[in-house]
């Protein structure tokens, strides 16, 4: 069974400070991999999305992650957070099988908390 | 349309009452999911829709809950006898068939009192 784990419930990190989101997976094969964040009150959006090529891929607002396929991870990054950055981040796979496994599985999310 | 449209965006029903939830995909997207999001919670799967395949139904928390879809247009998710742990941010996405770009809508808020 495909499953998505965030080990933390939350990051604190002062502004100006890099920043690091944790997520592993288990998924058979080689998943596609992605980052979405969800503001209060507002729907989810998407950061970036791993599917083929170098493992560092490059999104939204300055956020990067990289795939380590030995390590079945996939952490989000950012080199200097903004108090802004402060939201839930989730982590979703998807297996790569053609013919009805389109549908994402989201880890329980991440609350950044980006202090002054 | 431009995006993926939900409705009602707010929802407050009595305990043991039916509700209908409505998704609008964008339009040409063949596949079309529900997901739930308890209170600060990560999103639960429900249901899968893609074109005229037998739907993904595997989330469905119990057999109150059910959700149909007509052709690659409109889904309802209906959630008869409602109970309060039903609760929750009802979202739904939609893509391209094989796509691996996810659209959401901003979700339906349901509160059973």
């Known amino acids: 069974a495909q499953s998505v784990a965030q080990p933390e419930d939350q990051v604190n990190v002062a502004e100006g400070n890099p920043l690091t989101v944790k997520c592993t997976y288990s998924?058979?094969?080689?998943?596609?991999l992605f980052w979405y964040v969800q503001y209060p009150n507002r729907g989810l959006q998407f950061l970036l999305k791993?599917?083929?090529?170098?493992?560092l891929v490059k999104g939204s607002y300055g956020f990067e992650a990289e795939f380590n396929k030995s390590q079945t991870s996939f952490h989000l990054k950012k080199p200097s957070a903004l108090v802004s950055d402060s939201a839930l981040y989730f982590c979703?796979?998807?297996?790569?099988?053609?013919?009805?496994?389109?549908?994402?599985?989201f880890g329980a999310g991440t609350r950044l908390a980006v202090h002054p | 349309g431009a995006g993926v449209s939900q409705s009602p965006s707010n929802k407050v029903t009595e305990k043991g009452k039916d509700v209908e939830l409505r998704c609008d995909p964008i339009?040409?997207?063949?596949?079309l999911y529900w997901y739930r999001q308890r209170l600060g919670q990560g999103l639960e799967f429900l249901i899968y829709?893609?074109?005229?395949?037998?739907?993904?139904k595997s989330g469905l928390p119990s057999d109150r809950f059910s959700a149909e879809r007509t052709g690659e247009s409109v889904s309802t998710l209906t959630i008869q006898r409602t109970q309060q742990e039903d609760s929750a941010v009802y979202l739904c996405?939609?893509?391209?068939?094989?796509?691996?770009?996810?659209?959401f809508g901003s979700g339906t808020r349901l509160t059973v009192v």
């Open positions: 996405a939609s893509s391209l068939e094989g796509g691996v770009s996810y659209t």
């Open positions: 998924v058979s094969g080689n998943p596609y």
């Open positions: 791993y599917i083929t090529g170098d493992n």
């Open positions: 979703a796979v998807r297996d790569r099988r053609s013919g009805g496994y389109n549908k994402l599985i």
């Open positions: 339009s040409g997207h063949t596949a």
């Open positions: 829709f893609q074109g005229n395949s037998a739907p993904d």
